[in-house]
């Protein structure tokens, strides 16, 4: 019943940044969720990127994005972002964000099932 609306991706330089946006079809708030972000490589798994709770505070993320992603959430905006900087080209992927447990984003990704389209993030000079 949550439909989640992914946008904001695109081609991005190494070294530059890009800000990734999540949220709802009108009617649905996200303001009691913990979202994940998660990606999916060309000819590669989907894999968890970064999680934050419903109270905005508690966050966390992959080793591999530490230090250059940041999640957060606008409850006005009803939207979670996900800022990325200094992208690298392995960071190339389509990311989606959905309802998650933070506790276990990173192994539960098998028992989620509504997925939205993603957006396509193309790291490349």
């Known amino acids: 019943q949550l439909q989640f609306v992914e946008s904001g991706g695109g081609l991005v330089q190494p070294g530059g940044s890009l800000r990734l946006s999540c949220t709802t079809i009108?009617?649905?708030?996200?303001?009691?969720?913990?979202i994940a972000w998660y990606r999916q490589a060309p000819g590669k798994e989907r894999e968890g990127v970064s999680c934050i709770r419903s109270n905005g505070v508690s966050t966390y993320y992959t080793d591999s994005v530490k230090g250059r992603f940041t999640i957060s959430r606008d409850n006005a905006k009803n939207t979670v972002y996900l800022q990325m900087n200094s992208p690298l080209p392995e960071d190339t992927a389509v990311y989606y964000c959905?309802?998650?447990?933070?506790?276990?984003?990173?192994?539960?990704?098998?028992?989620?099932?509504?997925w939205g389209k993603g957006t396509l993030v193309t790291v490349s000079s």
């Open positions: 959905t309802a998650a447990s933070c506790s276990d984003y990173l192994t539960g990704i098998s028992g989620i099932e509504n």
């Open positions: 009108s009617g649905f708030t996200l303001d009691y969720y913990s």
